[in-house]
């Protein structure tokens, strides 16, 4: 997983190697202006950044907090369902629906689930045909019509027929533009109501792709489509091809909504689960060197417990320890207080034990033995 944003973030790296070519402890402020500006942070986002860090010279950790900070709304859990599951893909030409829909139909069919496409994307011929061949491929069962048949017709037929089938997914691809910009708002939307005629609460969810490439003026197209139709995930294409995978932040700063995917190649496996702490790891890696003495090490009698390497089990207990006292994880070493700004260190008692959330006066505001994590 690690390798593959590294793969994605290659030219966003060289980009931000071009003004901090060597790896250091911590950064000036200003040279961290510049760095975020070349791997494209929007403007706006980048001085809120800054603001927020109080220090002249700003270490890994610190811009990690901030950067995740960003990302808060980036967790996304399944609904619950009755099968089939059914994905509606939307976004403008060219942006990677088709591609992305073969590479989703292949992952989740290497999951032993049934896949049909519907492909409702009827406003071009050559639409039809690129998903058609794309089934064939991964032989996968779609449904297609004619070019200019209706598509919200398109969609009823293929999720009937998953449904008859007994599948567990269908993925709905659409036509990124359409006459005006009218029609294809009332057409997405004829879409959205039809599926839930199909199977009630289908589409289960809405997924738009966007073009990494286009950087941060995939915003405002976000924003349009999310006006058509409410959006509940974004899968972002190209990063791969592009210096600009810093505006990753910015979407997901603006649009407030998870980021599911990249996108880092043309082929069907190169599609990878967005992963918020190891996209700020790999884009952040290439800048700082990690001071290994600052590593924190808590032991409990039994296993070691680092908080920088804690497993995701781990990290998923302390987690749930934080959210159920009212306490959300920013980054591997801060956590902020649900409801409000207040930020805390997270910090290892060598000598109790424990885990503990300290004040900015290293006032101790909450422990929790080590043992619980284990
Ligand atoms: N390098 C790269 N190319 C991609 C990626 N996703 C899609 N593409 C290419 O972008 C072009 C447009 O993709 P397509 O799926 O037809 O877009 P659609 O019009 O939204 O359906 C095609 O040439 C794809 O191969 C990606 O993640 N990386
Ligand atoms: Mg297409």
């Known amino acids: 997983m690690f390798s593959f944003f590294k793969k994605g973030l290659n030219k966003t790296t060289e980009a931000m190697k071009t003004v901090a070519p060597k790896k250091r402890a911590r950064i000036p402020k200003a040279d961290l202006e510049n760095i975020l500006l070349e791997a494209d942070v929007e403007y706006d986002l980048i001085e809120i950044i800054l603001r927020e860090l109080y220090e002249d010279t700003v270490t890994k950790e610190q811009l990690e907090s901030k950067l995740l900070a960003t990302m808060a709304w980036a967790n996304y859990e399944e609904p619950e369902f ?20 073969a590479k989703l139909a292949k992952k989740y069919k290497d999951n032993g689930e049934r896949v049909m496409l519907g492909a409702a994307d009827t406003f071009r011929a050559a639409a039809i045909e690129q998903l058609t061949r794309w089934a064939e491929k991964l032989d996968v069962p779609i449904v297609s019509s004619r070019q200019g048949h209706d598509p919200s017709a398109v969609c ?53 792709v966007l073009d990494g490439t286009q ?22 294409t190209k990063l791969d091809g592009t210096a600009k995978g810093g505006s990753i932040f910015s979407i997901a700063h603006a649009m407030r909504i998870p980021i599911l ?6 082929q069907p496996d190169d599609l990878v689960k967005f992963d918020k702490y190891a996209f700020i790891d790999n884009f952040l890696d290439p800048l700082f060197t990690v001071d290994d003495e600052a590593e924190i090490k808590v032991k409990s009698g039994g296993p ?49 034990y424990a885990m503990e959330i300290v004040d900015r006066n290293d006032k101790v505001i909450k422990t929790y033995k080590a043992d619980q994590l284990l």
């Open 261 to 266: 995917y990249i996108g880092v190649g043309e």
């Open 82 to 101: 009755e099968k089939p599951f059914v994905e509606l893909i939307i976004g403008v030409n060219g942006a990677g629906k088709t591609t992305t829909i």
């Open 304 to 352: 070691l417990i680092e908080l920088s390497r804690l497993t995701n089990e781990q990290r998923q207990k302390l987690t749930t320890l934080l959210n159920a006292d009212g306490y959300d994880m920013l980054s591997k070493h801060f956590v902020r207080e649900q409801n409000s700004w207040n930020e805390y260190k997270l910090v290892a008692n060598e000598t109790s």
């Open 215 to 236: 950087g941060n003026s995939a915003i405002a197209q976000a924003k349009a489509f999310n006006e058509m139709i409410d959006i509940d995930g974004i899968i972002i």
């Open 156 to 208: 009823y037929d293929t999720i009937e027929s998953a449904k008859a089938r007994g599948f567990e997914r269908v993925i709905i691809d659409t036509a990124g533009r359409l006459h005006t910009q009218t029609n294809l708002a009332n057409e997405l939307k004829k879409i959205v109501r039809i599926s839930d005629k199909a199977h009630s609460g289908a589409p289960h969810r809405k997924i738009l």
